[in-house]
């Protein structure tokens, strides 16, 4: 292998082909066609001697050196995008960053959503991507392809650049019509009751279910998983469950579904979410201008 034949654009190809194992959506978010894709991964399969990504089935799947190649080409590309953008001016009015940020439900619409109207005034050209933190995992911040990770404290990076982002108390909810005239839930209703919940990276626990053993001696009755919060809330419409969730996307839900807060005879923990970001992106200047837009919002609205 000769490096002087291998550029930076056949490396972007690369991790676009990595991630997305399909020839088409690959040829998208490269602006060519699917021919032109097509031949740039025989190119690299040329370079780097190996299939790369082969057929089974229906899908394309990648060769165990592919999956070897993946991080240190995103490390790379990572280096070098951090590089050129630490010399730009900040400038969001001309800007055409596009953002992949790795978020629950429960963050993009309390926190993230709010703010798009004013992003789109101050950055008109800037773009997002929602990633759920269920399929998409703090390893795919680490390969240097989300530009932020979102979540609870136990699910943080904290090897990572991070600040905290929010405190949230958790709230029952369920549906009224199974609880006619009650406002509260008593503690052995809430533990011999079914309940719904949310799983985030692939693990099927609410990073506070622990805390129910520890504490009050008995784990919650798990019927249903979820991966995110609003197919949480529409799980118990019509049904006896229960389920935790975060009170300020309660808020929002109640007001527009037929569910409840109800009373709890115990205090469960905070929530405390925090945002990371990989090291490359620590002085990138469109980066720490949406950091300090999120951040100071935040604030803005405690006060």
């Known amino acids: 292998m000769r490096v002087e034949q291998l550029d930076l654009n056949l490396l972007l190809a690369l991790e676009i082909l990595l991630e997305e194992q399909n020839i088409t959506r690959s040829a998208e978010r490269l602006h060519l066609s699917q021919s032109a894709t097509s031949s740039i991964l025989a190119r690299l399969r040329s370079y780097f001697e190996d299939d790369l990504l082969v057929q089974v089935g229906r899908q394309m799947q990648p060769t165990p050196y592919a999956l070897e190649l993946e991080a240190p080409v995103k490390q790379i590309l990572g280096i070098v995008r951090a590089s050129i953008t630490s010399k730009r001016q900040n400038n969001p009015e001309l800007s055409q960053r596009h953002f992949r940020i790795i978020a629950s439900d429960y963050i993009t619409q309390v926190v993230i959503c709010p703010l798009l109207a004013k992003i789109n005034q101050l950055a008109p050209a800037v773009t997002f991507e929602f990633l759920t933190p269920f399929s998409h995992g703090a390893e795919l911040l680490a390969k240097g392809g989300a530009d932020f990770f979102i979540s609870p404290e136990a699910r943080m990076i904290d ?36 309940h719904v919940s949310v799983g985030f990276e692939r693990i099927s626990r609410f990073s506070f279910e622990d805390w129910f053993k520890e504490n009050l001696g008995h784990e919650r009755k798990i019927d249903i998983i979820s991966n995110d919060f609003n197919t949480l809330c529409l799980s118990l419409i019509g ?36 945002a990371a970001w990989h090291p490359t992106l620590d002085g990138d200047p469109m980066h720490r201008w949406l950091r300090e837009l999120i951040f100071s919002s935040l604030r803005s609205a405690q006060s």
């Open 239 to 274: 049904t006896p469950r229960l389920a935790m969730i975060p009170a300020k996307f309660a808020e929002q839900q109640l007001s527009r579904l037929p569910l409840k807060q109800f009373d709890i005879p115990f205090t469960p923990p905070k929530l405390l979410e925090y």
């Open 159 to 194: 090897t990572y650049p991070h600040e905290f982002l929010l405190e949230d108390e958790l709230v029952c909810i369920g549906d009224p019509a199974f609880y006619p005239g009650q406002d509260a839930i008593t503690e052995d209703a809430f533990f011999a009751t079914g």
